[in-house]
């Protein structure tokens, strides 16, 4: 199956929302507390939101094999969007499907008059930061503790590519607040198929585990200790009106670049 077989479209019918229901179970792992169901969709739709969906064809159907989740926001007098879940089928991950998801999301909101879509992740997924940064051209300026409460049983954030859950006992939900400028000058760059500059010389970096899933497994008091850490050096760095824009990948100390908010004018 190449790329080109993927159509992005929105879902509309019970059928196609129920299968996103479906890959929210098979991806996430969460428990049906934690599932955004078909009511939730529909009545999203009806208050100016929709779901996106990427179909493949199989025989004389079609199979969702991902989708991403849009809902309207108020900002004073401002509405937005905020990307509520994002989830790729594990048989089609690493393949680019979410970025077609994202880059679909961004296409149908600028065409509404949108112009900015917010969202969270993890911070200590390192997979989900080079999406989000250098994929995507995010930025980030605030910080959430235990955005969704702790002893959720899953690391997944809902803008996770598609990774496998893993059990979390007693770990705090922190979350960074993605904010996508759609039409800056990186984020329609990165749209036309550029690679993403890094400014060199950041004013401070934030190193998360390599491994966090592996760390939580083995050791979770260590997990605990290094998400209190990052908890405070990125509410250092918000404070002290850092701006963070870009994300280091390392197999050893990936971290999190952020800058003085001058130095990112013309990024």
């Known amino acids: ?9 929105e879902c509309t019918s019970i059928d196609e929302l129920d299968s996103c229901i479906r890959l929210q179970r098979e991806v996430f792992g969460l428990p049906d507390l934690e599932i955004s169901p078909r009511r939730h969709l529909i009545v999203s739709r009806q208050a100016g939101g ?25 900002r004073a007098n401002e509405i937005f969007g905020y990307s509520h879940m994002m989830a790729v089928d594990p048989e089609f991950q690493n393949q680019g499907v979410g970025a077609r998801l994202k880059w679909g999301q961004r296409k149908r909101a600028i065409e509404e008059g949108r112009s900015f879509i917010k969202w969270t992740w993890d911070p ?16 980030v300026t605030s910080y959430a503790e235990n955005f969704y409460g702790t002893d959720y049983p899953a690391l997944n954030e809902s803008e996770t590519p598609g990774s496998v859950p893993v ?75 850092l701006v963070c824009a870009a994300f280091e ?3 050893e100390r990936p971290g999190y670049l952020l800058y003085k908010a001058q130095a990112l004018q013309s990024f």
């Open 1 to 9: 199956m190449t790329m080109d077989h993927i159509v992005i479209r």
């Open 50 to 74: 929709w779901t996106l969906g990427a179909f493949v064809p199989q025989g004389d159907d079609e199979r969702l094999v991902g989708f991403v989740h849009h809902l309207a926001a108020v």
């Open 124 to 139: 200590m997924q390192a997979r989900n930061a080079h999406f989000n940064l250098n994929r995507l051209g995010v930025t």
């Open 167 to 241: 059990i979390s006992p007693g770990i705090d939900s922190d979350r960074l607040f993605a904010s996508w400028q759609l039409q800056s000058r990186r984020v329609i760059d990165l749209a036309r198929g550029s690679v993403a500059g890094v400014i060199t010389n950041p004013d401070a970096v934030i190193h998360i585990p390599a491994d966090w899933s592996k760390l939580i497994k083995q050791n979770s008091d260590e997990a605990k200790q290094e998400l209190l850490r990052v908890r405070q050096e990125f509410q250092n760095a918000f404070a002290a009106g």
């Open 249 to 251: 990948r390392s197999s």
